[in-house]
Structures are given as structure tokens and as C-alpha cells.
């Protein structure tokens, strides 16, 4: 039961860490791309023709450019990356691959795909902030299976007292009347909610302020919660 999430928690770590090497790999192609253009592109002069300066967060700076393609004036909108300003009438530096005259850099302006960025740069943003989370997650999972294992584990009978704030505040009743309060702990708000349809009997284990409730007919198989004791709550013997 608690090896089964232990394990859940160190494949989703395991996954988010290869996210990462995954979309570095990706946006290191897309500058490659970029890159050779510099070396083996067609090199022309280009006349900046419209800057567009979008307010934060409404779009991405782009220059629209006139370049010659042989005999023929073509046009790109480039994305702009550095930190160069423009002004229309502004003359650029222009590399085209001349098997694909669209395929369009600057000198100063990689244009890099806004698509493919966001395909490779937003798994990487999120990769970053889940990778570290997961890793603990394991861990924790890995101590309260190693403190299952050492101290066994009681029967209880778990009510939801509050939910107010979106976790499920839990009264653990003891055999012989002994009472503790804890809380579900999750990244996602009301996901034990499935509680508050009444009193259910489990088995619990932990110590501190760690603790794991297993519930043994759920499903097909037993099913582990995370419990979190507040600061201040202790168990209450019972009369």
C-alpha cells in the first residue's frame, strides 16, 4: 500500500527529471536551426517595414522585413529576442536558407519559432517547479513506509470534523476511546472529499506530525492518505 504510492511519487520524479534534459534538447535545436542560418544562409539587406511593440504579456515584440529573394521582394514578421531597438526604414542584416526563403533570421534576431518555444519552454518551466516537489514527495512516502514497517499499525475510525478550507480535518478515533485530530495533506484541494460521506474505518501508522491512513476496502486494493497533525494537536486518552 504505501510502496505503491512510494513508487507512484518516484516515477512521476523520475519522469519530470527526464522533462528537463528533453526540452533543453529541444530549444538547443531550435537555435541550431537559427545558428546555421548565420553560416551557410543567403546574406541580403532588409528594410524594416512595422515594429510591433506589444504591452507585457499581450503578444511577442515582432519587426516585419522587406528582403530581396533573387529578383523578388519578399516579407517576414521576425520575433524579436535582443534587446536592439527599431524604428521603420531601419536597415538589417537578412539570412534566408535558400531552399526555403521563409526560414528568415537577422543578425541581431534569431526568430525562433513562438510555437516551438512554448511547446519546449513551458514543459521546462513546469519540470522545474514539479521535479523538486516529486523528489520530496518520495521521500516522504519512503519515511512513512519505513515507520509503518518499524511501528505496525492501528485500527481507527476517521470522521471529517471540517472542510472548510478545502482539506479534510480528521477526528481518529482509538480502540479504548483515544482520540487525535489530523488533516489530509494533498497538492490538490478537496481531493480526499470522498470522506465526508461518514465515518470510516481504517488503519493508521506514523509518528510525530507524519502520519499515512490506509483504508483497506477501496477499490481493489488498500489506498494510502497523507496525514498531517497540526502544531498544538495531541492525542486525547480516552475516559
Known sequence: MLRHRFRRALLAAVVWFLVIPAAFAGVALL???ADWLLTH?????GTVTAVDNPHRGNGTPTITVDYEVGDVLDE????RDSARTYAE??????FYDPADPHDVRTADEQNLSEGWTGVF???LLVAVFAFPMTVAYAVVWARRRKIARREGWQPVTATVVDSSGGYQVLRLGFPGGAQLIARTVAAVRGRYSFLRAGPVDAWISGEGRSFALVLPDFST?????????P?????????
Open 41 to 45: 544562409g543567403t546574406e541580403v539587406t
Open 221 to 229: 486494493r488498500p489506498y494510502a492518505i497523507p496525514l498531517h497533525v
Open 76 to 79: 517576414a514578421v521576425v520575433t
Open 31 to 33: 537555435t541550431t536551426d
Open 121 to 123: 519552454v513551458v514543459p
Open 231 to 239: 502544531r498544538g494537536s495531541r492525542r486525547i486518552a480516552g475516559r
Open 89 to 94: 526604414g531601419d536597415t538589417v542584416r537578412v
